[in-house]
């Protein structure tokens, strides 16, 4: 690790907390020798690059008696430490990722100590242990064909002879199998639209006895609908491609906070469990608030970003172009208007061409189009959001990624990157979905009104978010 080396020194200096971030690397040197530092160019989600520094290095991970080494790559933010690397594998050409609760498909690592990362408690070699503890529990890599190679092919055999051994009768994925965690109202108004357009083989409606909202899941039981089961159980759930959670448990403290906080401690007890029975799942999350209860599902799951979401703005931004489209337009415009922010009075709109799928390119609302987005937003006042309604909207996004629409939808999805935003909030943006979760839209640069309402969402649930335990 060369920190004189010119490039590495050039970057080095534009760090904001130069001092903290070099005595950081140095011990990551001191622990681990053998990694480097070198300069690189960053390409966020949004396509925008910036020159950051990389460490690059092997850990070393023991399965089955055997020693590996998995190649890693850490990106540092110009905010490091005090904001977590970005962190990748790095296989080589004969190597596969096997995506699973830590690892997505382009080898991305998710582990609870970036998403609890809080320096100076937090650290990369405390990091780096968690990484080798838990890729010592599931090993990411594979080899792509066995031979005499020495380094995983031999990992590759265990891991390969667990996929079909371990846990007796694995369900079967090819299943197209959705739970419903929550009998209330809304629950059960999930279960029965999402029946209603008839894309499941099988649905499980589980009643959370901690949840307040409790409806009528015994006469689901009493008038039995086909391929729907009910259940207390959360075992119920295992092997599910979408589990949908609707429980709340909500309390009579005056304290907003307090308030959120019991549905945060609900979370605690089922969020893991989830996951840990779907790891392949997608959670759609449909509690309230539903941008905070997003981000702490996403942080107690573990789960990739992109198989974290909740249903956010997709119901206002199909009731915005609806209007848009045939009560105001009579469906002559070429644009679709998306609802993006919070499910607040600061959510905003923009447009972007009809029929574009993962290629829509957004545009922010013009002076001349302010008019009739304001007007739109004025006849969708009052059209409050019953819970049939929100159980149409679930079902819709739940239909999307069980047929691989592709489809784009406006749901909470983790917002840091998007349009320079650099907290790690969760908002309702324009994301394509199917099998393998959810794919954002490129950013889009606001006008000044509606960038200080997003602005200001970011601000409020970033502070709401410190002040839970989660």
């Not at 894309?199 to 689901?220: A, N, Q, R």
């Not at 259940?231 to 295992?238: E, I, V, Y």
């Not at 509606?450 to 601000?459: P, R």
Request: overall charge neutral; glycine content about 8%.
């Amino acid at each position: 690790m060369d920190l004189n080396h010119e490039s590495v020194k050039r970057i080095l200096s534009k760090y904001k907390f130069h001092d903290v971030a070099v005595e950081e690397l140095q011990k990551i040197h001191l622990n681990y020798p053998d990694m480097k530092t070198v300069a690189g160019t960053y390409t966020f989600t949004d396509s925008s690059q910036k020159d950051l520094l990389k460490v690059l290095g092997n850990i070393p991970v023991r399965y089955q008696g055997h020693s590996y080494n998995l190649p890693i790559q850490l990106w540092l933010l110009d905010s490091f430490p005090f904001t977590p690397p970005i962190c990748f594998l790095r296989p080589t050409a004969s190597m596969v990722i096997r995506e699973g609760k830590h690892v997505d498909a382009k080898g991305r690592i998710y582990l609870p100590a970036l998403h609890n990362w809080d320096h100076p408690k937090s650290s990369v070699i405390a990091l780096l242990e968690e990484m080798i503890a838990k890729f010592e529990e599931d090993p990411p890599l594979a080899m792509k064909s066995t031979g005499d190679g020495k380094d995983l092919n031999e990992l590759h055999a265990i891991v390969s002879h667990l996929n079909i051994t371990e846990g007796g009768n694995r369900p079967d994925q090819s299943v197209n199998k959705v739970s419903v965690i929550g009998g209330g109202d809304l629950g059960m108004a999930a279960v029965l639209s999402i029946m209603a357009k008839s894309f499941v083989d099988k649905l499980v409606l589980i009643d959370i006895p901690e949840s307040s909202t409790k409806g009528g899941t015994m006469d689901l039981e009493i008038f039995s609908l086909p391929k729907v089961e009910v259940s207390k159980d959360l075992s119920a759930s295992a092997g599910s491609k979408v589990v949908v959670v609707t429980a709340n448990a909500w309390n009579n403290e005056q304290s907003f906070v307090s308030v959120v906080q019991t549905n945060v401690d609900l979370y605690g007890k089922i969020i893991p469990s989830l996951a840990r029975l779907s790891p392949n799942a997608v959670l759609l999350i449909a509690s309230q608030p539903v941008e905070i209860m997003t981000h702490v599902a996403w942080r107690q799951s573990c789960l990739p970003p992109t198989h974290v979401i909740g249903v956010g703005c997709n119901l206002e931004s199909e009731r915005l172009s609806y209007i848009i489209n045939v009560a105001i337009l009579a469906n002559s415009t070429n644009k679709k208007a998306w609802v993006i922010g919070e499910q607040s009075d600061n959510k905003v709109a923009v447009w972007a061409n009809v029929g574009g799928d993962k290629h829509q390119v957004l545009v922010p609302v013009s002076n001349s189009t302010r008019p009739l987005i304001d007007r739109a937003f004025e006849m969708l006042k009052g059209r409050g959001q019953r819970s049939w309604s929100v159980g149409l909207s679930i079902a819709d996004i739940t239909h999307s990624i069980l047929t691989d629409q592709r489809k784009t939808h406006s749901i909470t999805t983790l917002a840091q990157g998007w349009g320079g935003i650099g907290s790690e909030v969760f908002l309702s943006l324009p994301c394509v979905l199917g099998v393998n979760g959810s794919t954002r839209l490129a950013g889009v640069s606001l006008g000044t009104e509606d960038d200080a309402k997003l602005k200001e969402s970011v601000s409020t649930l970033s502070n709401l978010i410190t002040q839970l335990r989660i």
